[in-house]
């Protein structure tokens, strides 16, 4: 069992290890909810400053030619593009995931119009099910078909997570992709626990969407993306057809007319601020080889699953080739078991029924942080800890 | 004509005249472009810094719960609704106003199942005139049909603004509205250009949406709002139904249910460091006596149209009742004399082909601004320094 001393030895080998010191970390806590919302670059302050005194104060309006912010939805898609495998001009950057899902998947609808049934995964991120769900609503007329079915040969589109939310659970993009090519339908990638953490690649798909307030550090509500294949840029429609799609903006015309490629995605004005600390997070990642980051993802998670052991029941993949960074286990008391960690400088987080989650971020999560995590697991749990009082009762969001 | 000496007594004696201190305007420069992007409130860069460097640095993920962020699209909602005369629980806060128009538009139809007309403005401002043509597309069988035609009779719903983005002109949205119910159709209210400066009441509508980077001063790319009558708020779907806008979105069922109230308008993820903006705008928004702006909105706009006289083509109503905070002007050479203002330190903007527009931002708009601006356009075009050949190039967005 590897010991405190050895997790040092291994973190002074680590050659992403520079990289922790440009994070703001809480003091005397492992964070291991990076997986939720990741951690404070520490440039993002003074970039944020600098969009609003600097740009929005001096330069009002003049901001959005001197300061790029027109530009912000395919400058940021074009710098996230290398994270997700994909090349520039492919990518939008803006709005929300659940809104780019619900592009995507209209674009795709249209795109197969002799096809009437959506695949979507009933266990996925909550959102992406129930976009899906509002799409066919408003439409009528489409089956909507759990993923278990495991059916694509009538399928129009597949939409499913890389990572899932819950388990860590990762699947085989190359191969679904072809799985649903084969039969017909597009597919839809959602990235939101891949994307910073592995070497992602959906070049060979449709249609990708993710967040970057995860793994990828730009902050609460961060814009999100949209990766649309080059072979669809000038047939797919983008049903939230507002004036940053059109291919003039500034010709005020009457009628809508796409823009040519990926431009013909963005809806309308950029969120600026936000996208500041989005920059700003890019500005690290540009830096960042991903391989040496996948290959700590899956040291981090195995050392983990390693130093807990039997002491709680593992939901992800035992093979770290099989899952995403983070490691989830279910306890039937789960929620007091995460207050009780969180209580004692442990930060993971709890998803309802039973499942506790531990993200690892590889940029700023240390191998001595998982061991010293494990060790307060063991603790909580070895001493019954949790069962406090104090940690049963439910705060408002958990 | 009133003089400097007259406008600096008018300065004296106005009632508002305290809250130009609290932005941040640049140095000699009259900025009248406020109807498209609102100045910086000096109070808003510590507000964002606060959210960047001490809820989402200190707390990380816990900000959802300790720093409100949750609870963001309903409680920013909650400050926007005096704004436009409605109460709390009836507008939502996020996204922007393309994607609150969509939402609007897609429940309206639903509301209507038996109707197959939209009214929608041509002269609109064109990403909401591009929404509807992007939702007509997506559904078929909708006939779009422009608002000068003037029939309602058979329309499922009608949108328009309040104040035209372009002219100025004013609606009347208490007789529009009752005209809309009238003929059964329901109606959709875009207050881009028209909250912040004047007494807006959609009460009696069905649905409203508006920007906040504009009068309200929230910064680029500022979240928009949604308002829906609570008459609707039992029956109208949101077709961009993402996690937020569920009963109970960490319960993570795998089916959509709508939350009670304004909340099922909820989409995903609000955009927490561009809140923290739009926030810290409303700070100023609580304490403003909105008669006094729109008494003040009324002589200024007058001012300016009485001292630039003859000099302009007036495009914009006569009467100050018939129009929002702006004056337009018609000039064939409209975009080298708009270049030719804004190198002479009067900051206005250019619609194409041939408007310039002036806007009056009542909280820090000056009458002394007024007489300056004025007295410049008169030079500009008295000695035609706008024929400077390096005023005619044209910049990349204008």
Redesign the interface.
């Known amino acids: 069992m590897p010991d405190r001393d050895h997790c040092l030895a291994l973190d002074a080998a680590d050659p992403l290890r520079a990289f922790r010191d440009e994070f703001?970390l809480?003091e005397g806590v492992v964070?291991l909810?990076g997986n939720?919302?990741g951690?404070?670059p520490r440039r993002?302050?003074e970039r944020?400053?600098r969009t609003?005194?600097d740009?929005?104060?001096?330069k009002?309006?003049g901001?959005?030619?001197a300061s790029g912010?027109?530009a912000q939805p395919l400058t940021v898609g074009d710098r996230i593009a290398p994270l997700i495998g994909v090349g520039p001009g492919q990518v939008v950057a803006g709005?929300?995931?659940?809104?780019a899902i619900?592009q995507a998947l209209?674009a795709a609808l249209?795109l197969r119009p002799d096809r009437r049934v959506i695949v979507s995964d009933?266990d996925n991120?909550?959102?992406d099910?129930?976009?899906v769900?509002?799409?066919a609503?408003?439409?009528g007329e489409y089956e909507v078909r759990d993923l278990a079915e495991r059916r694509f040969d009538d399928a129009a589109v597949v939409l499913l997570s890389e990572v899932d939310y819950?388990t860590g659970a990762r699947q085989d993009v190359a191969a679904v992709t072809a799985e649903a090519h084969a039969a017909g339908a597009l597919i839809i990638w959602d990235l939101c626990h891949s994307a910073g953490v592995m070497e992602v690649d959906v070049s060979a798909a449709d249609f990708a969407v993710g967040?970057t307030?995860k793994y990828l550090n730009a902050?609460?509500?961060?814009?999100a993306y949209l990766y649309v294949n080059p072979r669809h840029h000038e047939t797919a429609?983008?049903?939230?057809?507002?004036?940053f799609?059109?291919a003039e903006?500034?010709?005020?015309?009457?009628?809508?007319r796409p823009a040519e490629g990926i431009r013909r995605f963005a809806?309308?004005?950029?969120?600026?601020?936000?996208?500041?600390?989005l920059d700003a997070a890019l500005d690290i990642w540009e830096r960042v080889p991903m391989a040496q980051v996948r290959a700590k993802s899956k040291a981090l998670t195995s050392l983990f699953v390693e130093l807990v052991g039997d002491a709680l029941e593992l939901v992800s993949p035992a093979d770290p080739e099989a899952r995403g960074s983070q490691v989830s286990y279910r306890h039937p008391d789960g929620y007091p078991v995460m207050r009780a960690l969180i209580d004692h400088g442990v930060?993971g987080?709890f998803?309802?029924p039973d499942i506790l989650r531990f993200g690892f971020a590889p940029l700023y999560t240390s191998y001595t942080d998982v061991h010293d995590a494990a060790a307060t697991v063991l603790e909580v749990l070895g001493k019954e800890l949790w069962r406090d009082e104090k940690y049963a009762r439910r705060?408002?969001?958990?």
């Open positions: 703001v809480p964070y909810v939720s919302l951690a404070l993002t302050a944020v400053r609003v005194e740009e929005w104060g001096k009002l309006v901001g959005w030619n912010w027109y709005n929300t995931t659940s809104i619900f209209a249209k009933a991120f909550p959102t099910h129930y976009i769900q509002g799409l609503g408003l439409l819950r967040c307030y902050g609460p509500g961060a814009p429609e983008n049903v939230l057809s507002g004036w799609g059109h903006p500034f010709a005020f015309e009457t009628d809508f809806v309308s004005t950029p969120h600026v601020v936000s996208f500041a600390a930060h987080d998803r309802a705060l408002a969001v958990t």
